[in-house]
């Protein structure tokens, strides 16, 4: 026949228990470190920027076009949000049927 014995431990312990490991082992890297790699940090370098090309006329139309269904789509709250957004339904028409289209950025 076996007996086991469940402890419980609390939070408060595995705190105390983990900042007494952290101290540790940031003592124990700093006596083994050399003084010139304690005084400088080392800077991640920054991803590099992502350059994407521009939207042709077309794709941008595409895009104004998504946007008026995303509009139509919506539920407004009150009258005061429904003037809202058929102004800006309004001028996505105006803008899908213009000539020449306004840069997207």
């Known amino acids: 026949m076996h007996v086991y014995v469940f402890a419980k431990t609390y939070k408060r ?36 920027k992502r350059v994407l090309p521009p939207l042709s006329e077309d794709e941008q139309r595409q895009v104004y076009k998504w946007m008026l269904e995303e509009k139509r789509k919506s539920k407004p709250r009150d009258a005061a949000e429904k003037n809202k957004i058929n102004e800006e339904k309004a001028l996505l028409k105006e803008i899908i049927r213009a000539e020449s289209l306004p840069r997207l950025w």
């Open 13 to 48: 312990d595995q705190d105390k228990k983990n900042a007494e490991t952290a101290a540790a082992a940031a003592a124990a890297a700093a006596l083994s470190a050399p003084p010139a790699a304690v005084a400088k940090p080392a800077e991640p370098a920054p991803p590099p």
